[in-house]
């Protein structure tokens, strides 16, 4: 297995309403435009995932801005091929009406793309340690924290990374809870997260308060996201709103500092990377369980640094995070990152605090560890059927009239 990459890498600041159909065909773009500076016009042919909800993704608008100002066709592909991904792109270039360029790109989630036909800037891969085993063995004999070890690889500079990271992550909370009106779309979904967070004031009872509020902070960021404002991938656009309510939420609640909430991201960051590494973060290739369930999994972690756990508690509430996930599909309706996206993302941020509180006292009688469940998750997601994989064939998508 290859060295882990930085956690810039897995923590993308940008566009929603989707890391793999908006940020990763946006760079692919932006790279082929640079690669063919004399051409005058572009086309982009779109399969699998990102020609089956590209329209609901948005993912033509993306290929177009990142080619302005010169004209590109877009073709959404709905013939079936033998793909090698299920986001594939070809991008051709033309001069004068003469192709003189074309490559072929994968949107493999997050935001990353991989191209043998693309220059993709080479990526610092600080990290040595790929499972999560090797990294317990390594932060324990040493006495140091998930953070301390990633300070160590990535060097003093990757605390004012994180502090931007937080910092976005926070913003997007706040213009999630003041904003109103309807999402863009045809499902014409209402905003609720200013009504969740306004309603708090009725709540008497500790838990419906703690679940109203990490509910609202989640809706506000998975609701810009399906705005296409700014969030931050984690890992995903699609959810994005997991983490960051998790860790805002306890903040409020219990004060912690922004340094801590850095060494929290860091923590979360780990294993996010450990999945995105051993398995996937791509709904297009394992289901909402890579997404949503891989989010839930670094919130939990990242919780875990905040109450000062110990590393096998911290494995342990990531790993209930992911098994409790398994075999969720991603079927989102119309191919918009509204239905059952939003709702998703506050579940998962709710069943993060809990799984913590379940590791907190039963670590010492775990059967799985973080790296079978990650195995396992990888399997599952290539055992679902294609429609289940955000095609918009299936679920929710298929029956939803």
């Not at 930085?6 to 940008?14: A, N, T, V």
């Amino acid at each position: 297995m290859n060295d882990m990459p930085s956690l810039r890498e897995l923590y993308r600041i940008g566009y929603g309403p989707s890391s793999s159909h908006t940020i990763g065909p946006g760079r692919a773009c932006t790279l082929f435009k640079e690669k063919n500076k004399e051409a005058d016009f572009f086309r982009v042919q779109l399969f699998g995932s990102l020609s089956k909800t590209g329209k609901g993704h948005r993912t033509d608008e993306a290929i177009q801005k990142s080619f302005f100002p010169i004209k590109c066709s877009v073709d959404f592909c709905d013939s079936e091929q033998d793909l090698e991904h299920p986001n594939t792109m070809k991008l051709y270039a033309y001069q004068n009406g003469v192709q003189v360029d074309c490559c072929t790109a994968f949107s493999v989630g997050g935001g990353e793309i991989k191209s043998r036909d693309l220059r993709i800037p080479e990526v610092k891969r600080p990290y040595e340690l790929t499972t999560f085993s090797q990294l317990a063995e390594y932060c324990q004999s040493r006495q140091i924290r998930i953070w301390q070890y990633v300070e160590q690889a990535e060097g003093q500079e990757i605390w004012e990374y994180l502090s931007l990271v937080w910092d976005t992550m926070k913003e997007s909370i706040r213009s999630g809870l003041e904003a109103e009106g309807t999402l863009p779309g045809r499902l014409q979904v209402q905003r609720r997260a200013k009504e969740l967070y306004r309603q708090r004031k009725k709540v008497e009872s500790p838990q419906t308060y703690e679940n109203r509020m990490v509910s609202a902070y989640a809706f506000a960021v998975s609701e810009q996201n399906a705005a296409g404002e700014m969030v931050v991938t984690a890992p995903t656009c699609g959810s994005a709103g997991v983490l960051p309510a998790a860790l805002w939420y306890e903040q409020q609640k219990e004060g912690f500092s922004d340094r801590q909430i850095y060494h929290a991201l860091a923590t979360a960051g780990i294993i996010g990377n450990l999945i995105k590494t051993n398995a996937s973060v791509s709904g297009a290739e394992c289901g909402c369980q890579a997404e949503i369930g891989s989010a839930c999994s670094m919130a939990a972690a990242g919780l875990g640094e905040l109450f000062s756990m110990e590393i096998p508690q911290i494995e342990y509430g990531a790993e209930i995070a992911m098994e409790h996930h398994l075999g969720l599909t991603c079927d989102p309706i119309f191919g918009l990152v509204q239905i059952p996206c939003i709702e998703r993302n506050a579940v998962a941020a709710m069943r993060a605090v809990n799984a913590v509180s379940l590791a907190n006292f039963l670590t010492d009688s775990r059967k799985i560890s973080f790296d079978l469940v990650v195995q396992t998750m990888y399997e599952t997601g290539k055992d679902l059927a294609k429609q289940y994989r955000e095609t918009g064939e299936g679920g929710l998508a298929k029956l939803y009239q």
